[in-house]
Structures are given as structure tokens and as C-alpha cells.
């Protein structure tokens, strides 16, 4: 679960083309699903779709993408597979001390 700064406020997983709104993050294509879906409800209404965080009136022209979230969710994705590939690391050294130098895995 990535850290909550990092998650997309509507589908909660890890942001992926991070848009910002009023300080709030949300992936692209969720912040536009939820418009267009909401648009479609409000219309016959007649009233304009609401930010799901602050309750603003929004448009997909209030959100901007976000260079900064962007680089901070990429070194966020280099840190877990460095971990990966650290922990992968560990247990072939694992496994090769118990296999033992002249033995071979079959």
C-alpha cells in the first residue's frame, strides 16, 4: 500500500499520471471518469459537478498534471524495486549457502 500522500483520492492506489486540484492529487483517468460520470447525474439537475474532496465546482480544466507528484511517485517506484531486487538478492545468497558451493540445484 503506498504511502497515503501517494495515493490517488478516489481509487486509493498508487497515482498514475497525477493530476492536482486545490492541493488534492488524483490519477488522470479518475478525476475524468468521476466528471464525466457525474456530469451525466448532475445534468438533469442542473448543477455543476462537485471536487469529491472539497465540494468545489470543478471541470477537467481545474486540474493541472503535476510534474513535482509525478517525480516523487517515479523515485517512490525506484525505491520499492530497489527493495525487490535487494530482497531477491538476499534469498538466492540464501540459497546458494544452502545448496553449498559444489552442489548444484536440480
Known amino acids: 500500500i503506498p504511502p497515503k500522500q501517494l495515493q490517488c483520492?478516489?481509487?486509493?492506489?498508487?497515482?498514475?499520471?497525477?493530476?492536482?486540484?486545490?492541493?488534492?492529487?488524483?490519477?488522470?483517468?479518475?478525476?475524468?471518469?468521476y466528471i464525466r460520470q457525474h456530469i451525466n447525474k448532475e445534468f438533469l439537475k442542473s448543477s455543476s459537478v462537485k471536487n469529491p474532496i472539497t465540494g468545489d465546482p470543478i471541470t477537467e480544466k481545474s486540474f493541472y498534471i503535476s510534474p513535482f507528484m509525478s517525480y516523487i511517485v517515479y523515485r517512490y517506484k525506484l525505491f520499492l524495486l530497489n527493495d525487490c531486487v535487494e530482497e531477491?538478492?538476499?534469498?538466492?545468497?540464501?540459497?546458494?549457502?544452502?545448496?553449498?558451493p559444489n552442489q548444484q540445484e536440480k
Open 88 to 100: 531477491y538478492k538476499i534469498e538466492q545468497t540464501k540459497k546458494n549457502m544452502e545448496i553449498g
Open 9 to 33: 483520492s478516489i481509487c486509493h492506489h498508487l497515482l498514475q499520471r497525477p493530476v492536482e486540484s486545490y492541493g488534492y492529487f488524483f490519477c488522470n483517468n479518475c478525476i475524468k471518469k
